[in-house]
């Protein structure tokens, strides 16, 4: 197959780029440094002519829910007026447990990029998965209070973003099928405890509290919202077995 991975050179698409030559298919990433942009469709229809299926893991840093809607239906629309052009049959995408139960945020933008999906005229696939074992990194990093860091409250069921990725190419290789069954990891988790033990293992003993986070969003990460239902599927690897999957020197970098 040729599949066109959206968004290939960032966290989970490097991933999925992986999985899909391992199993011989021929990938095209679909990203800036690659010299495509998903904002306009200068070219990226004849790059899509061939393909057989697209999957869209492009990502956007931000906690504002306009922002975020508007990069989502726009490199959502590019996408699907090119693949409807270049007469792509599979448009496989990326979403979140529990977006249409906590629409806020960022979320937001993932639940409008769901709907322009459904709306679109291309056969298509979307996934749910939970939060990424990774995750916790991310929060240790750029949660602070001055010089404090801190963990959200949240209830989530983490998952190996290669896990997800290896699942993304295996719907892609089969037939549209609409929502299909959500994603997760093995076990509920703690946020804060994942976060203390990755500083724990980047030798870090410094203090970090765990603080309930205000309004609608931060009440749906502490009271099970964003958990996958008994009809999920479940990966194999622990946050536990990836922290000491992790190379020495990402343990030793901070």
């Known amino acids: 197959m040729r599949i066109a991975v959206a968004g290939g050179t960032g966290h989970v698409g490097t991933h999925v780029a992986e999985q899909a030559r391992v199993r011989g298919h021929e990938v095209i990433v679909l990203a800036r440094s690659a010299g495509v942009d998903l904002a306009a469709d200068a070219g ?19 906690l504002d829910a306009d922002e975020a809607v508007r990069f989502f239906e726009a490199t959502t629309h590019t ?3 090119a693949e409807r052009e270049a ?25 409008a990029q769901e709907r322009a999906i459904a709306r679109g005229d291309v056969p298509w696939t979307v996934v749910r998965a939970t939060q990424f074992h990774e995750f916790a990194e991310q929060i240790y990093e750029r949660a602070k209070i001055g010089p404090v860091h801190v963990a959200p409250m949240m209830r989530t069921q983490p998952i190996a973003a290669r896990e997800v990725a290896a699942h ?25 405890d994942m976060v203390r033990g990755f500083a724990r293992k980047n030798g870090s ?12 969003s931060g009440r749906a990460q502490r009271d099970g919202s964003l958990l996958p239902g008994p009809g999920a599927l479940l990966g ?6 990836w922290l000491t999957s992790l190379p020495a020197q990402q343990r030793r970098r901070r």
């Open 168 to 192: 993304l190419v295996t719907l892609a290789e089969g037939a549209p099928a609409g929502r299909a069954p959500d994603l997760a990891g093995p076990r509920e988790e703690r946020l804060a």
């Open 44 to 62: 990226l229809t004849e790059t899509l002519r061939g393909v057989d299926a697209v999957i869209d893991v492009v990502n956007v840093t931000t």
């Open 205 to 216: 003993r410094a203090w970090i509290p765990a603080v309930p986070l205000p309004g609608p």
């Open 79 to 81: 996408l699907l007026a």
């Open 236 to 241: 194999t690897q622990t946050y536990a077995e």
């Open 87 to 111: 007469g792509v049959g599979h448009h496989v995408a990326l979403s979140i447990v529990g977006v249409d139960r906590a629409p806020y945020g960022y979320y937001a933008g993932k639940l």
